[in-house]
């Protein structure tokens, strides 16, 4: 059982930028992949980024603007977002798995943390 924290989730203004942490604790290993998601008000929750030992992925949606990375010492995923939108505005998950190629539906999720931005 691995659980998930997110933590860095608030407001912030239009073109803003914020920093979501997620710390894995339990039955963890620097091989897991880890990755973010998010779910908006009446939208489904949509893939945003993963990233194992020797890949990345984005979505089309966020590319240039979030960047993923992990600190494996510390079993921490982070999500840097910069330029937000008001459309970056939801609710945050982060999720885990063994493999990056089961992202599609992971194993794990954290409870989830609120980004507001304000236009």
């Known amino acids: 059982q691995v659980q998930l924290v997110e933590s860095g989730g608030g407001l912030v203004q239009a073109g803003g930028s914020l920093r979501l942490s997620c710390a894995a604790s339990?039955?963890?290993?620097?091989?897991?992949?880890m990755g973010w998601f998010r779910q908006a008000p009446g939208k489904e929750r949509e893939f945003l980024t993963a990233?194992?030992?020797?890949?990345?992925y984005y979505a089309v949606s966020v590319k240039g603007r979030f960047t993923i990375s992990r600190d494996s010492s510390k079993n921490t995923a982070y999500l840097q977002m910069n330029s937000l939108k008001s459309e970056d505005t939801a609710v945050y998950y982060c999720?885990?798995?063994?493999?990056?190629?089961?992202?599609?539906?992971?194993?794990?999720w954290g409870q989830g943390t609120q980004v507001t931005v304000s236009s």
């Open positions: 990233i194992s030992d020797d890949n990345i």
């Open positions: 339990g039955r963890t290993s620097s091989r897991d992949a």
């Open positions: 999720a885990a798995d063994n493999s990056i190629m089961n992202m599609n539906r992971p194993r794990s």
